[in-house]
């Protein structure tokens, strides 16, 4: 049966009819009622209006069920993304959070739970998640959380179970629209900035819901109905709270001297002790790399003072996107077959940065050589059909067929611009496998990174079919079944392609004289 509310009639000849209003059936709910028939007339009947909440005996599972009441009387902040009802897993009893992704439920490792939409599982080769697919908050109908105990058919499951029960559409027309808005105008300043950074996070969308029904062609009344539903999250900006260490505008000429004491020594000098410094701490300019001066152009100089945390930090993740959008259609062929279908498809564009330090060149995005962010454009489709028959009264089957892809492209925002490829490219860098900038890491000073070498597109295809027969023989329930899933797993990894390049202060140091180098 369908989640939701229902009258239970009861008949015999000889006893009075009885009726059992207001039964609710909840996502992966057994429901017994003890109905005791009197002896009366027919036309006389006896009816239970409400009653005591019903105690989950058919079962040895432990969980609870959150319907969508709750969760949208419940505030769902705008976070940084966007509105997930499945936050309020959280809340449950063994519940606790691990990491961005990541829960522990009952002790389990991360990414060992397992997350079923409308009865058939999403899962993937090398992990589950359910804010992967987070269909709008307002077209869930209620989850349930397993955390202990739950049946054989959750044979993917290590550490908990929860359940998505979407919702369908009625015999009347239904929709519902909304829209969040968050600003900085509210927002206290950072400590470092004069001003507020701008930030802005906006979420919108509704949805839609009835019979189908095509004039003069078909009523779909009592038969087939339909539910859309829309979401879309914006944020643009966020808070500067983080600091940088740039080389000053003096040390970009080469110019050294307001290190001090500390001496820059030249490494063709001469090995170990017989190094000599360069006179007055200066580099000359015939002795920069070929390569390194086609980066100075696009170096920032630090608007604090000082040499070291001389320049705010741009943002981790200065935009992020998401967009989810879902169907769902029903369709009762008899009063012995129903058929259920749903899709969605959940999309999440976004630009960040690896860390942990981030750096905005001169040009900004564009001049991507020194830039380490990177552009991730996450997408997640899963398509569900259910099939239930009765074939008896006692005897009921379950079909269900299920299809998700994921996709994770991301890649450096300095992939394919030219700047090692052909032939070296705009760098004259030779010998490196991918037209991608190269990353520049400096072990020893803090200052911050140049590049970003992250580049990969993964994907995942996931196919299942199952069939559950559940068959009442007095009072004995014997249910079995059984699973397929195939998945296609995909890795395609561009990282490090451009090269990685670390340098430490030995390079430019007197060996054993650790103020030395820089």
């Known amino acids: ?155 993917h499951a290590m550490g908990g179970v929860t359940s998505f029960t979407m919702k369908s559409g009625t015999n009347q027309f239904h929709g519902t629209a909304f829209e969040f808005l968050r600003n900085e105008k509210l927002d206290a300043r950072g400590f470092f900035p004069a001003t507020r950074a701008p930030s802005k996070q906006n979420e919108w969308g509704g949805t839609l819901g009835g019979p189908v029904v095509i004039p003069k062609l078909y009523n779909g009344k009592d038969k087939t109905f339909w539910f859309f539903s829309f979401d879309q999250f914006y944020r643009r900006g966020g808070a500067l709270a983080g600091l940088n260490t740039l080389p000053t505008t003096r040390m970009a000429q080469g110019d050294f001297s307001e290190l001090g004491s500390k001496l820059i020594y030249d490494p063709a000098s001469g090995a170990g002790a017989a190094r000599t410094p360069f006179p007055g701490n200066r580099i000359p300019a015939n002795r920069f790399s070929a390569v390194s001066s086609k980066y100075l152009p696009f170096l920032p100089a630090p608007e604090l003072p000082g040499l070291v945390n001389n320049s705010i930090a741009p943002l981790a993740s200065p935009r992020a996107d998401e967009r989810t959008a879902g169907f769902k259609i029903d369709h009762q062929f008899t009063e012995k077959t129903r058929v259920s279908g749903m899709y969605n498809d959940t999309y999440r564009p976004s630009i960040k940065s690896p860390g942990p330090s981030r750096l905005l ?27 239930d028959q009765n074939l008896t009264p006692t005897t009921l089957n379950h079909i269900g067929l299920g299809y998700s892809r994921f996709r994770n492209p991301n890649f450096s925002l300095g992939l394919n611009q030219g700047w090692t490829q052909p032939d070296g490219g705009k760098l004259g860098l030779r010998g490196l496998q991918f037209d991608l900038a190269p990353t520049v890491l400096f072990d020893t000073e803090g200052y911050t990174r140049f590049g970003d070498d992250i580049a990969s597109d993964n994907y995942f295809h996931t196919f299942t079919v199952l069939d559950t027969l559940t068959m009442i023989r007095g009072n004995h329930t014997f249910k079995l079944g059984g699973e397929v899933q195939r998945h296609r797993d995909n890795y395609r990894n561009f990282g490090n392609g451009g090269g990685t390049f670390r340098y430490r202060r030995e390079t430019t140091g007197l060996p054993g004289v650790a103020a030395s180098g820089d």
């Open 361 to 387: 060149p001169v040009g900004g995005e564009a001049a991507t050589l020194l830039l380490n962010y990177n552009a991730q454009n996450v997408r997640t489709n899963v398509l569900h059909l259910n099939i």
């Open 1 to 155: 049966l369908p989640i939701g509310f229902y009258d239970v009639t009861a008949k015999a000849s000889g006893f009075n009819t009885a009726v059992q209003r207001g039964v609710q059936i909840q996502t992966n709910q057994t429901v017994t009622l003890d109905i005791g028939l009197s002896v009366g007339a027919v036309t006389e009947s006896v009816t239970v209006q409400g009653g005591v909440p019903i105690i989950q005996t058919e079962s040895a599972d432990v969980g609870m069920v959150v319907e969508s009441k709750q969760f949208l009387d419940m505030p769902l902040t705008l976070g940084g993304g966007i509105r997930n009802a499945s936050s309020f897993i959280r809340l449950a009893p063994g519940v606790s959070p691990t990491g961005t992704w990541t829960k522990s439920i009952s002790g389990g490792g991360g990414f060992q739970d397992q997350i079923y939409y409308d009865g058939i599982a999403l899962s993937r080769g090398d992990l589950s998640n359910d804010a992967e697919v987070n269909p709008s908050v307002d077209a869930i109908a209620e989850f349930k959380l397993i955390t202990n105990n739950y049946s054989a058919e959750y044979a």
